[in-house]
């Protein structure tokens, strides 16, 4: 990382001198030797998709926590992929959807809230935000040929890292279609994981190279999955998490490394990191003291007993409330992460512990990489 910085004062003078010379020249974004991510999924990485691309407000209690106000993601401040870029000294990536002022030097987010791994009720399954990527490197490389400009060129998608994080919203409703019906569920995850697979085989014929896959987390510790589907005790596992939810989970997360490693050893100049996101996020819940939570199976954001979850009164309408130690929940709005809890799950993916193979987020940038 030293050494890139230094290489940087050597040149910026010979910049400037170009500058002086034959005006401002706009560096492509490849040139500039950041790291570029390009991100596919969901909620869990959703920076203001859905806002952007259906007008669905989402406005404030979200967002109150660190943004002070409504971004379009849905939780009480950043995601993952927001601590993601400030490791990497980026700023947050903007929506691909994003029609006023976006800023695309860091990358580019086609996560959409709701999406799914097969069309579903949304217009953005993942399907469609690969096709949507093709589009934008497309558009990209023909604004490039008409002249200099701060786009991604075709060496630097190739060098970017192509996130997907999806699969939670089609486990979800499999359940819900299922009467929570463990092998119903199981026989439709194969379809799921095909979705998955044909995404990387195509971004990779597109010219990625390297993949950064996140698993699945435990569905039946959401406070919102508590509250909706009556239960016994011998329902739950032993923290008290809906045991189906779980088992399902777990089988998506086996099938989805499966892939990965099939995958690399189909396309062997490429590099596939499978991120283990449920054990960290189970950690999170059946450790929350240690961390520094409370209360783990309590929506911070929302109406109702036990679990401060009502279909009635979500986060946000009227008869809803926020707890007053936002940074000691788990979960926001019964379904989306704290800003807090996010932290800890990012800190935590970072060490590189939960990576199969144990590759950092930042070594994909490193110059022997």
Same mark, same amino acid.
């Given at each position: 990382?030293?050494?890139? =910085?230094?290489?940087?004062? /050597? ?6 001198? /170009? ?70 000294? &980026? ?12 800023? #695309?030097?860091?990358?580019?987010? #086609? ?10 009720? %949304? ?6 935000? %690969?096709?949507?990527? /093709? ?12 002249? @200099? ?26 359940? +819900?279609?299922?009467? &929570?019906? $463990?092998? %119903? %569920? ?19 014929? +597109? ?53 990965? =490693?099939?995958?690399?050893?189909? +396309? ?5 990191? #499978? ?11 059946? =450790? $929350? ?17 036990? +679990? ?48 199969? @193979?144990?590759? =950092? ?9």
């Amino acid at each position: 990382m030293g050494t890139g =910085k230094r290489s940087h004062q /050597i040149i910026l003078p010979v910049f400037v001198r /170009i500058c002086v010379f034959f005006g401002t020249l706009i560096l492509p974004v490849w040139s500039q030797k950041v790291p570029i991510l390009i991100n596919f999924g969901d909620s869990n990485s959703d920076t203001g998709g859905v806002l952007a691309g259906t007008g669905l407000p989402i406005g404030l209690p979200h967002g109150i926590t660190f943004f002070h106000r409504g971004t379009g993601r849905l939780g009480d401040g950043r995601l993952i992929i927001d601590f993601f870029c400030e490791h990497l000294n &980026l700023g947050y990536l903007s929506p691909y959807l994003e029609s006023l002022a976006p800023n #695309f030097t860091s990358g580019v987010n #086609f996560a959409v809230s709701g999406a799914t791994t097969l069309p579903q009720f %949304v217009p953005f399954a993942l399907d469609v935000q %690969v096709r949507q990527f /093709i589009h934008f490197k497309n558009r990209s490389l023909e604004l490039l040929s008409l002249g @200099p400009g701060n786009f991604i060129d075709e060496g630097g998608f190739r060098r970017g890292l192509y996130m997907i994080d999806i699969g939670e919203n089609d486990l979800l409703l499999a359940l +819900y279609a299922s009467n &929570l019906t $463990y092998s %119903v %569920v199981a026989a439709k995850i194969p379809s799921f994981l095909a979705e998955i697979k044909l995404a990387i085989q195509n971004l990779y014929q +597109y010219g990625g190279r390297k993949f950064w896959i996140h698993n699945t987390g435990p569905l039946g510790c959401a406070p919102k999955e508590l509250a909706i589907n009556p239960h016994r005790e011998s329902d739950l596992d032993r923290i008290g998490c809906l045991s189906v939810h779980n088992k399902v989970a777990k089988t998506f997360n086996k099938g989805l490394l499966a892939i990965c =490693k099939e995958i690399q050893q189909t +396309y062997k100049d490429a590099t596939i990191v #499978f991120v283990d996101v449920y054990t960290i996020k189970y950690s999170l819940f059946a =450790k $929350y003291k240690k961390y520094g939570f409370e209360t783990p199976f309590v929506a911070c954001c929302g109406n109702g007993s036990p +679990y401060n979850y009502s279909p009635n009164a979500t986060c946000g309408q009227p008869g809803s409330s926020i707890c007053k130690n936002v940074d000691r929940a788990i979960i926001w709005d019964g379904v989306h992460y704290t800003d807090a809890a996010n932290r800890f799950v990012a800190s935590r993916i970072l060490s590189g512990r939960y990576s199969t @193979p144990p590759i =950092k987020l930042e070594h994909f940038w490193l110059p022997s990489f």
